[in-house]
């Protein structure tokens, strides 16, 4: 559908955003405030031998010096906790904060931090993923048997987490290997990555009293107040987040990361305290990156091109701590099984430690690796028995009924429609130059269902307010929450404001995480909108003299159904109620459950194998390869997504593009280097490859609409991380198409893409 | 502390260079090293950014002139430069972002040194001098002798580039500038290359030069030998433009690409700016910048 056709949709943000009315943190300015600088470790692996802040301290203009010592002395982390707010007996990579400085000035705060003296020892580096498994590592974590670990989590040495899936037997897996026709094994290692939010973060801190009001740029301000709460050990009612525009998180801005350093900083300095990132920082600090991967797939086929049995083995790099990637190993094990009907599955899966930076949820951790991992074996696997990449997928790809890599059986799903819906938009099959081609990919994500909370009320003058506890991070999720409302009480969409970001003010939900937005707060302000139509219905009746279940809300007015002329206008039973019980929803409505697997045999748990409301994806995308200098070009993409009932053409049409985008980053220029030192070498925009909007290519989208049960509102699945998973995938099969083999390394730059073209050549007897 | 004053002429101007200053214009290099702490700011700045002296391109019978403030986005839209200097436009318009061409200056951008400078390749196949004033005189160097290390430059502090001079061009010759990019913005050459090419009636080539971007400590000049001069711009010919090319640089390793793949990439890239050049001296219109118009790294 072109976007002309669709209805209009003004984000309640946009003209803020758009005309530079709006206001980030780096914007707010409080009286008396303080500027925070952070010291880093800038070593990736180290004991402490001496911190000495007593230099900093004595510089005129410096408020407050804080370390290790000033804070409460606790471990947190969920799952694995494994981390300090500073630096405490060891640093385990170059971003740790080891002390905070609040000073008069941002060139004073510097002066100080660089005069915080830190000795230290070297240790030995852990950066390698198998390097970090071999028996006799240098540990990360020398501690890690004495963790307070949640739930069933095996560990050992450098694994911080754990996870199998198995769909059969191990035993039962290798019986099928052994028994197929075809056996393709293949190792592929990807390179971790960043969110890179346009804003660099920043954090406001002022105390009250014994409360702390905290304005950062977070995507999940109930998270960061949590963390808040849990390492300054404060009640949740006396810590307050306010989130003013958020310039884009990816991701990168999930989790808590530093509100308690400056909380800790104003209370010590007895002033407001503000800190505000550059962009190197961004790139350093944060326990929030695209983790790198190494996947061994082998997988074995059946003479007619059916998929008899896949074993794997993944490790994940968590880097120096436990973020929230506890459950990414298992995430990735899913990823790399994919959403194929394979009988036999064995899949083992680790989170592994080194002195890099944390890993954390980055816009679908470990799925565009994992998928790029399957879905580029799987072109091998089409091409080893001789098969149309297309239509082994065809033939493999679950459907509707159809029993997944865990056992789980699908209800109604979209993925062949996907398939061959995207490989039509590319016009699949078509004869094309010889340095140009196809590659096609299948994607599948899972929607979280989970609490929310969300008040709506209407008041004297019938103007609307939806208070809610979403985040809104750029996706457009929250600004559709007022066309839910509006379609709820027969009103306009823009006869609503929304106050949102702000924990002291709204009810609960999760944050800009997980795609989660409209599927779980879209049902609460649904359930908040209809206990005010309810009650408008109530008034109308009396008024109209006719019985509530009659009342029809639409273009501002109750009315009698089937007559349209008998009708008040919301306005006027506003302004009625609010001389008495006023007009104010409450919505949290139950979440849809998760499925339940029988026999589900999976070590290590982490909730992600059985999924709920999965969403589906084919992207095919056409390349040209400049083979002279490997340099990419995509140069059209087709997209189908099933992500359920689209609520806003609009907005879902703006979150496969810019999906579709970061997919191509990733895929082609997008990767952290690090030096023999342990440290980042590209963390700048210049040598960190983005893709800019003159690289984008037509994007074509259609959205394959499925009502899906126990999902979000009018069966609306997640939407927001699903274009981000099959296009790295889709890219590599184009381009093992032009150069005649996989470039088994993600981001395939065109030094690597330029590589392999020499490898065939050197193959094929040819001079390179 | 740094001290900013604007000149209001360019007597003043060089006397404040005279007396220490340095000078700025649209501040892409001077400001943004500064913020990232390459080189602290001077004591005392100058702005040139006002003066006529410096603005404008001009074309006489003999010679180019284009003032030293004359900033990308003019080079890349100007048709004298875009019809007969077009090495020059090409590598204008692939420079930075629409902010960066639109501050940014042909005379910064030369004096500034960078061997990834993308407008300094054409201007050597050009036959570039660079016009260098003080209160007691003025100087024209050429780009090879001004071109001295990484940053580095063989002006004297007291010395402002008010112009870049070259000569007229002769009939039947067109000039093009390619670089290998791995984004359409925002990018700066891993590899580059600028040609010139002048041929005669029959379409053989009568004189032709070439440089190369990023390969080398300064924007390097490359020796053709006989691989052009009396033949057609044939496959034979452009294979050898790119061996010696490719023999000629002698590139680092660094973040965005090895040693290895630059000496392969350049002359790729030399090759491509050989026949782009041949094409336009033949007559034929290639829209600036070439990069954009053959495709991929400008490959056809």
């Given at each position: ?31 008396g405030m303080l500027t925070a600088k952070l010291r880093y470790a800038g070593i990736a692996h180290a004991r402490i031998i001496k911190i000495d802040v007593s230099a900093a301290k004595a510089i005129p203009g410096v408020f407050s010096v804080l370390t290790a010592d000033d804070v409460p002395d ?9 981390r300090h707010l500073f630096a405490k007996d060891t640093v385990r990579f170059e971003g740790e904060v080891i002390a905070a400085v609040a000073a008069i000035n941002a060139e004073v705060a510097q002066q100080a931090a660089d005069a915080v003296v830190f000795e230290y020892e070297e240790l ?79 954090v406001v801190a002022?105390w ?23 390492t300054l ?25 530093f509100?308690a350093h400056i909380a800790a900083l104003a209370k010590a300095s007895k002033r407001p305290v503000k800190l505000v990132f550059s962009?190197e920082e961004?790139?350093l600090a ?391 030192d342990?440290r ?89 | 502390m740094t ?31 500064s913020r990232q702490g390459k080189a602290p700011l001077?004591d ?257």
């Open positions: 559908m072109a976007i002309t056709d669709t209805p209009r949709f003004v984000r309640a943000d946009g003209p803020d955003k758009v005309t530079g009315s709006g206001r980030y943190v780096a914007d707010l300015t409080l009286t606790l471990r947190y982390s969920p799952v694995v906790p494994d030995p580096i852990v950066a390698d993923l198998e390097a970090a498994l071999a028996p006799g590592a240098p540990l990360v974590h020398e501690d890690w048997e004495s963790y307070d670990v949640t739930g069933d989590t095996p560990r050992d040495r450098n694994v911080a987490t754990f996870s199998s899936i198995t769909k059969g037997t191990k035993e039962g897996v290798d019986a099928a290997l052994a028994a197929a026709d075809i056996v393709v094994k293949q190792r592929y290692v990807a390179d971790g990555s960043h969110a890179a939010p346009i804003e660099p973060r920043g002022q009250e009293g014994n409360k702390v009001t905290i304005w950062t740029s977070t995507q999940v301000p109930f998270d960061a107040r949590n963390g808040v709460c849990e050990q404060m009640p949740s009612n006396r810590v307050r987040i306010i989130v003013p525009h958020l310039g884009g998180g990816f991701g990168g801005k999930c989790g808590f990361h509100e962009r961004e790139f944060p326990d929030r990156r695209r983790e790198s991967m190494i996947i061994d797939l082998e997988t074995g086929l059946n003479a007619d091109g059916t998929i008899a049995a896949r074993r794997g083995w993944v490790a994940v790099e968590n880097g120096a701590y436990t973020a929230d990637s506890a459950f990414f190993p298992q995430l990735a094990a899913m990823h790399v099984a994919g959403p194929y009907k394979i009988p036999f599955v064995h899949i083992d899966s680790s989170l592994v430690y080194t002195n890099h930076q944390p890993s954390g949820s980055v816009r679908a951790p470990t799925a565009p690796q994992g998928c790029w991992a399957c879905e580029t074996h799987t072109d091998e696997l089409a091409k080893a028995v001789g098969m149309d990449s297309v239509a082994f997928r065809k033939l493999n790809a679950i459907d509707t009924g159809d029993e997944g890599v865990v056992g789980q059986v699908y209800g109604e799903i979209g993925l062949q429609q996907c398939l061959d819906t995207a490989t039509e938009m590319a016009g699949y099959g078509q004869d094309l130059p010889d340095d140009e081609a196809i590659g096609v990919a299948l994607g599948w994500w899972p929607s979280f269902p989970g609490a929310s909370g969300a008040f709506v009320r209407l008041d004297a003058d019938g103007a609307g307010q939806i208070v809610t506890g979403a985040q809104e991070c750029g996706t457009g999720a929250v600004m559709t929450l007022r066309q839910l409302a509006a379609d709820e009480l027969g009103m306009d969409p823009e006869d609503f404001e929304i106050i949102y970001q702000d924990t002291g003010v709204a009810p609960y939900d999760t944050g800009a995480t997980g795609s989660q937005t409209l599927l779980n707060n879209g049902r609460a302000v649904v359930a908040a909108s209809e206990q005010i139509a309810e009650q408008l219905k109530d008034h109308a009746a009396n008024m109209l003299e006719a019985a509530a279940g009659d009342i029809v809300l639409a273009n501002g007015t109750a009315h009698v159904a089937g007559s349209p002329d008998k009708s008040v206008s919301i306005a006027e039973l506003a302004e009625v109620a609010a001389g008495g019980q006023m007009l104010i929803g409450k919505g949290s409505p139950v979440p849809p459950e998760y499925p339940e697997i029988p026999g589900m045999n999976c070590v290590g748990d982490q909730g992600v194998a059985a999924w709920a409301a999965p969403q589906f994806s084919c992207h095919a995308v056409r390349v040209r390869l400049d083979r002279d200098t490997g340099v990419a070009r995509v140069l059209a993409i087709a997209c189908a997504h099933d992500s359920g009932t689209i609520i806003n053409e609009i907005a879902a049409h703006g979150q496969v593009e810019g999906g579709v985008l970061m997919g191509i980053g990733q895929a082609l220029t997008e990767g952290t280097v690090y030096g023999e342990g980042q070498q590209n963390p700048a925009l210049l040598e960190y490859k983005l893709q800019t909007f003159a690289d984008a290519p037509p994007i074509s989208t259609a959205f394959i609409q499925i009502a899906t049960a126990e999902a979000g509102p009018r069966g609306a699945k997640g939407l927001a991380e699903a274009p981000n998973v099959p296009t790295a995938a889709a890219i590599s099969n184009a381009l093992a198409k032009i150069v005649g083999q996989p470039i088994r390394q993600l981001p395939m730059t065109a030094e690597r893409v330029w590589e392999a073209t020499l490898s065939i050549a050197d193959d094929s007897g040819e001079t390179a | 001290t900013f004053s604007i000149a209001q002429s360019l007597d003043q101007a060089l006397q404040a260079l005279a007396d220490g200053a340095r000078p700025v214009a649209g501040g892409t290099d001077l400001v943004v090293g001077p005392t700045v100058i702005a040139i950014d006002r003066l006529d002296e410096l603005a404008g391109i001009s074309l006489s019978d003999d010679q180019l002139r284009i003032g030293a403030m004359v900033t990308h986005a003019q080079l890349m839209v100007d048709p004298i430069i875009a019809e007969h200097f077009s090495a020059i436009a090409d590598a204008a318009a692939l420079v930075g972002s629409p902010s960066t061409r639109n501050v940014g200056t042909l005379g910064g951008n030369v004096m500034n040194g960078s061997p990834a400078m993308d407008t300094g390749a054409p201007l050597i196949v050009l036959g570039a001098t660079a016009e260098l004033q003080t209160t007691s005189g003025n100087r024209q160097v050429t780009m090879e002798e001004l071109w001295v290390s990484p940053g580095k430059t063989s002006a004297n502090a007291d010395e402002l580039c008010v112009a870049l001079n070259m000569p007229a061009r002769p009939a039947n010759s067109g000039s093009a500038y390619v670089r290998l990019e791995y984004r359409r913005a925002m990018e700066i050459a891993v590899v580059g290359a600028a040609a010139s090419v002048t041929l005669d009636d029959g379409g053989m080539v009568t004189d032709a030069r070439v440089a190369l971007t990023a390969v080398a400590a300064t924007i390097l000049a490359v020796d053709l030998g006989d691989a052009l001069a009396g033949k057609p711009i044939d496959e034979a010919s452009l294979a050898a433009v790119a061996k010696i090319a490719s023999e000629t640089a002698t590139p680092i390793s660094d973040l965005r690409a090895t040693d290895r793949y630059r000496r392969h990439t350049v002359g790729v890239m030399a090759r491509r700016a050989v026949e782009a050049a041949g094409r336009r001296a033949g007559g034929e219109t290639i829209a600036i910048p070439v990069n954009r118009t053959l495709g991929i790294g400008a490959s056809q």
